[in-house]
Structure formats: C-alpha cells, structure tokens
C-alpha cells in the first residue's frame, strides 16, 4: 500500500538555524512528490514538486528538496530559516489509485523562534 | 481570479443535522477534490471528480456525498453529521495532467 511518512512531527528551531525535515515513501513505481506549507489559519500552498530529472529541486522562499529513490527519501531542507518560515509543513506522493490525487503524510509543524 | 472558494468558512453543527459545504473554482480545472484535515493524520482524501458527471470515492468517503454537475462546483455534503466529522475540511483543483492542486481557504467543521 503506499504511504507517506514524515518522522518529525514538530521541529522547534531558532532562526537562522538550518532545517531538514524528512519524508519517506513507499511505493513501487514512478513517483511524483511535493511538499506543501500551510501558515497559520491560511490554505495549502505549494512550495516544490519533483516529477523527473534533477533529483536537487529548488522551490520558493529559499526551499529545496532532493529525491533519493534509493533511500525512498525527499527531504525538505532551508538553510536558514526565518520566523515567517512558521508553519505546517506537509509532503505529498501521487496515489494513482486515486486519479493522481494526492496522498499526504501527517504533517511536520515548524515553530521558529526569533 | 478567484481561484478556489469554499464557504462556509465555519460552521457548527448538531449530532444528525445535514448541510452541504460548497467549493467552486474559476480555472476551469477538470479535477477537483475534498479533504479533510485532522490533528495528527495530515489530509485525507474524502471524494473526488475528474470531470462533470464524474465523481469517486477516496480514502475516507463515509458519511459524505458529491456531486459534480458543473466543471466550476464540486459540492460537499454531510446527510447527518456525526462528531467524528468534526475537522477542517479543504477543496482542491486541478488541471488534467497537471498534478499542482490548488487548494481553497478551508471550512471549519464542529459537530457537537
């Protein structure tokens, strides 16, 4: 069955610290991934996706994610992070099952303190 | 552009009572889905449709219903509300292909 898991589920961090947060997933065949962010009281905002090629994606606000399919992994990492960076942080995998919806892991929420 | 609206954006409920949440979306996206978003479980998919006349079920449809009879309305509906549908619940869009969803502002669920 796929699933998606994000072993953090909250990261506590100061600012200008550097983040990391983990993905993995599990599914047999060709994987299209993404990471959301959702802020305080506000919707899903996508922040990057990776479909193909380049495994090192970058996304907005100083985001970046690399797929290593070996490790079944794609990891959401900043280099420093800033107060604003506060939010819900959610990975997702395509479910084909499910006309390409998404399926999302439980979530990572990061606190910045500044 | 509008992109995705949902409304209500809150809304109580009592135990057995029915209603419909509405999502509408302006970008002429085929695809458009519900889910629900619970402390600890992320977002599950409740229902979804790929197009007018087209609906399916996820990973959690129990106790809801959809229809889709317009490419621009995707409407939720719970015919008798139970407390452990109490969360917060999203509406997404998407173009056929495209697999970046688009997501509304989200309706806040208490059933009490």
């Known amino acids: 069955a796929q699933s998606v898991s994000q072993h953090n589920h909250h990261v506590i961090l100061s600012e200008a610290a550097s983040l990391e947060l983990g993905c993995n997933y599990s599914?047999?065949?060709?994987?299209?991934l993404f990471w959301y962010v959702q802020y305080p009281g506000q919707h899903l905002q996508l922040l990057l996706k990776y479909f193909s090629g380049d495994p090192l994606v970058k996304g907005i606000k100083g985001f970046e994610a690399e797929f290593i399919k070996s490790k079944f992994s794609f990891n959401l990492r900043k280099p420093s992070v800033q107060w604003s960076d506060t939010a819900e942080y959610f990975c997702a995998v395509i479910a084909p099952r499910w006309a390409n919806n998404l399926f999302f892991g439980t979530g990572t929420r990061l606190t910045v303190i500044p | 552009n509008a992109g995705v609206t949902q409304t209500p954006k809150f809304q109580v409920l009592k135990t057995g009572q029915s209603m419909t949440l509405q999502c509408a979306q302006d970008m002429n996206h085929e695809y458009m889905s519900w889910y629900r978003q619970d402390p600890g479980m992320g977002l599950r998919l409740i229902h979804y449709s790929v197009g007018a006349g087209i609906t399916d079920q996820g990973e959690v449809p129990n106790g809801y219903n959809v229809s889709r009879s317009t490419t621009e309305d995707f409407p939720l509906r719970l015919l008798s509300a139970a407390p452990s549908q109490t969360s917060v619940y999203f509406c997404?869009?998407?173009?056929?292909?495209?697999?970046?969803?688009?997501f509304g502002q989200g309706t806040r669920l208490t059933v009490v």
């Open positions: 997404a869009s998407s173009r056929q292909g495209d697999t970046e969803a688009f």
């Open positions: 599914y047999g065949g060709t994987v299209n």
